[in-house]
């Protein structure tokens, strides 16, 4: 079996990782952006969920394939996270889910109403699996984080555009942001995850809470 590492390009082929009871399938859409979608399956009753329908609604249909789609998570108001998702939800039916405080800005710019707006310690539940909402303040007000508790491993955490590998999310020269998104990356992601936790961003390879933990000071001092 072909291990999972994460890193995909627009145009290329998608990876695919298989836990215990959730398959997770990332792609990457749009050469300039180059944003990923997740499309997560659980196993048991084979309904799936969709992080961010960035662009290329015809790529993440075919991705969906016949099973189709129970709903469709959007990280963040960004415009290049959410380009698919009215493609998307008209085809597939998906209930659309956001953060509270970016809700009303991802309908103004798709003109897709947001279904369930959810806040922090809220759940977003398929079949048999749970993704807990983190709120994750910031790069954007709403931005939220989903972390999948695996009940057969490690916690895998999908985090939009607030942590990447090298350090948090852009805030645009703003002091205040900044410190408001690293003080919620540090309290609710590595005061509280184990160092083995997988996370996966909206752009680019995907690291783990262990590895990019002895940098967090680094971050805050520098400011970006």
Known sequence: MTTYTGN?????TPDTRELGELVVTKVAVDPEMSNNCY???CRATDEQVLIDAAAESE??????????????VTTHQHWDHHRALA???S???AVVVAGEADADAITEQTGVPVDDRVADGDTVEFGRCRLEVIHLTGHTPGSIG?????????????TGD????GGVGNTFGDPSAFRTLIDDVSTKLFDRLPDETWFYPGHGDDSTIGAQ??????????GW
């Open 87 to 89: 493609d998307v939800v």
């Open 59 to 72: 790529v993440l249909l075919r991705l969906i394939g016949d099973a189709g789609l129970t709903k469709v």
């Open 146 to 158: 989903l972390l999948y508790d695996d009940p057969e491993g490690t916690p895998h955490l999908w």
């Open 91 to 93: 085809a597939t039916g």
């Open 8 to 12: 995909v390009k627009p145009g290329g």
């Open 39 to 41: 499309l997560l399956r």
């Open 213 to 222: 933990r002895p940098h967090l000071a680094e971050w805050r001092e520098r």
């Open 162 to 165: 607030s942590l990447f590998p």
